[in-house]
């Protein structure tokens, strides 16, 4: 078992507030480690810190081996890291295949490097990746077109093309009905069988349960405990601090 | 009468290239500038001096246009594309404003307030040729372009940066290169349009470039509609020939003409708003608020 994407002694404050106080994080390949916590505990926070959307006050995270902090988050991503967002940001006024095409094509420039060949290479990548997703039926509505759970699919279809090695997940789930989540529960598990590690944010525990090798509970910017999820859950302490009822 | 209509459709022209051009920033990019009269102007400078001091080759004039106004414009855009948004309107407005004192300052380059005159005719192989033909060809050159990119990857990037640009980024698109791509892009075609209103009026001064031209060139746009290929044509041929179409009913006294145009302007703008907020043919949906 290999670490894929490490992370030590992330901090990061805002104003007076420490909203992530030294974190350490580790995401085995091949693993979902989920990232539990109450309402501002700092979960997107920390990711925000490893992609380098903000810049840590202190802190260390490395990719394979090499140190990321510092990068650029078009630099994180190129290196294999892919995210999702809390709020989806979905290319709204591109359609569906557009959004997916775009997870493709990581160039800048005018054209993408490799030709035609390349062109149709990617092609068929997005036309899997919908497919996986389950949205090739809506490949050509445009993403603000779209119903709830079909642009959360969305966004884990760019994911899918995206073909990182690292998927950082901002509450993928949040809001879906039963079979949707089913569904989604079954594209992780595709994806943590080819060696993909996720770590995966997520308020509702049964699909903590399904998927999780590992928890990690954060609390006001702290890793309170990391391990199986048999014991994370079954601790009184944790659990009276994600229900609320702290004294 | 058909000389009169030649200059319009001339100016219709290279006014539909900067509409067109500018709407590649806003439209595709979602990059606000209101500064592509100062991207005009320096193509227009350019062109009349390689006429004026080279040759009166309309080609090199077009080519040395869009490779200054195309040049500076990455030395202006790369810093400026670092702030978000609508700070980056106001940075535009800034540079437009410096522009025009520069413009009128360096007068060794511009002529000053007096501007650069006896401007000659385009000449190709030695013949004089009009300017509404090179006119037509650089605007079809640069819609084919940017239809071009619009399909393609470099499209694809542009709209993900307009409508999420951490989104895009996360993806691993450099999102300052792309922008600094489009402006650059978009500032070289407003560079061959300068050039060639500088060939075709054999007079320019620095009262052609100045905010005013840059809020009708945008004008122009937003009446067409943003994001749409022909919109920003549309726009300049209506906002030109409004005018014109003016000084023909017999029953307005000329003096009066100004103000009537005024009026005129300001109530479409108002109605248009109203009932097709993105523009006459601009995508309906995008035109209006989203909940
Ligand atoms: N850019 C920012 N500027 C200022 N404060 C911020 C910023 N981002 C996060 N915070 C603050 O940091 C704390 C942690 O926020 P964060 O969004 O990381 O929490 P979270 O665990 O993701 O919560 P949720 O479950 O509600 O998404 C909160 O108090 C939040 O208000
Ligand atoms: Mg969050």
């Known amino acids: 078992m290999s670490i894929a994407l490490t992370c030590q002694g992330l901090a990061r404050s805002f104003g007076g507030v420490q909203a992530v106080k030294g974190v350490s994080l580790s995401l085995p390949a091949g693993q979902v480690t989920a990232l539990v916590g109450p309402n501002g505990a700092g979960k997107t926070t920390v990711f925000n810190l490893i992609t380098g959307n903000l810049r840590a006050d202190a802190g260390q995270a490395s990719l394979h081996g090499k140190p990321i902090m510092g990068l650029k988050p078009w630099q994180v991503a190129r290196a294999g890291v892919a995210r999702s967002f809390q709020d989806l940001r979905l290319f709204q006024h591109m359609t569906v295949r557009d959004n997916v095409l775009a997870a493709t094509e990581p160039s800048g420039w005018f054209w993408q490097p490799g030709g035609a060949a390349s062109r149709a290479a990617r092609l068929a990548r997005a036309e899997a990746a919908m497919e996986a997703a389950g949205i090739a039926g809506v490949a050509d509505a445009r993403a603000v077109d779209l119903a709830y759970a079909e642009r959360k699919f969305l966004s884990m279809a760019r994911i899918l093309a995206a073909e990182a090695n690292v998927w950082l997940l901002d509450e993928p789930a949040s809001g879906l009905d039963l079979s949707s989540r089913t569904r989604f529960q079954d594209l992780l598990k595709a994806a943590r069988a080819q060696g993909v590690a996720i770590c995966l944010i997520e308020h509702n525990l049964d699909v903590v349960m399904a998927l999780a090798d590992r928890i990690a509970f954060l609390d006001r910017g702290e890793v309170l405990a990391e391990g199986e999820p048999q014991a994370i859950m079954r601790d009184p302490k944790l659990a009276a601090i994600y229900f609320g009822d702290r004294k | ?291």
Do not use: W
């Open chain 2, 1 to 291: 009468m058909i000389a009169y209509l030649s200059n319009i459709a001339t100016l219709a022209a290279i006014f539909g290239l900067l509409a067109a051009t500018l709407n590649f920033m806003v439209g595709q990019a979602g990059i606000f500038s209101v500064a592509h009269a100062v991207f005009m102007g320096l193509g227009a400078y350019s062109g009349a001096q390689v006429a004026l001091l080279l040759v009166p080759d309309p080609f090199l004039a077009c080519l040395a246009a869009a490779v200054v106004a195309g040049g500076l414009s990455l030395c202006l855009a790369l810093p400026a594309l670092r702030v978000r948004g609508e700070y980056f309107v106001a940075a535009s407005l800034g540079l437009q404003m410096m522009a025009v004192t520069l413009f009128t300052e360096a007068k060794g380059l511009t002529g000053g307030m007096g501007g650069l005159v006896g401007i000659p005719q385009p000449r190709i192989f030695g013949v004089v040729v009009p300017v509404l033909p090179l006119a037509l060809v650089a605007l079809v050159v640069f819609l084919l372009l940017m239809a071009a990119m619009q399909r393609g990857s470099f499209g694809r990037t542009l709209g993900a940066i307009r409508d999420a640009e951490s989104a895009a980024e996360a993806l691993g698109k450099n999102v300052a290169v792309a922008k600094a791509l489009a402006v650059a892009f978009s500032a070289a075609g407003a560079g061959v349009a300068g050039a060639l209103f500088a060939l075709h009026l054999s007079f320019v001064n620095v009262e052609s470039f100045t905010l005013e031209q840059s809020v009708l060139i945008m004008a122009m746009l937003i009446v067409g509609g943003t994001g749409t290929l022909l919109g920003p044509i549309l726009g300049a041929v209506l906002l030109l020939s409004l005018p014109a179409a003016l000084s023909f009913i017999t029953f307005i006294p000329p003096t009066d003409i100004g103000s009537v145009q005024q009026i005129i302007y300001g109530g479409a703008m108002a109605l248009l708003m109203i009932f097709r907020p993105a523009g006459l043919l601009g995508d309906q949906k995008r035109g209006r608020s989203e909940a």
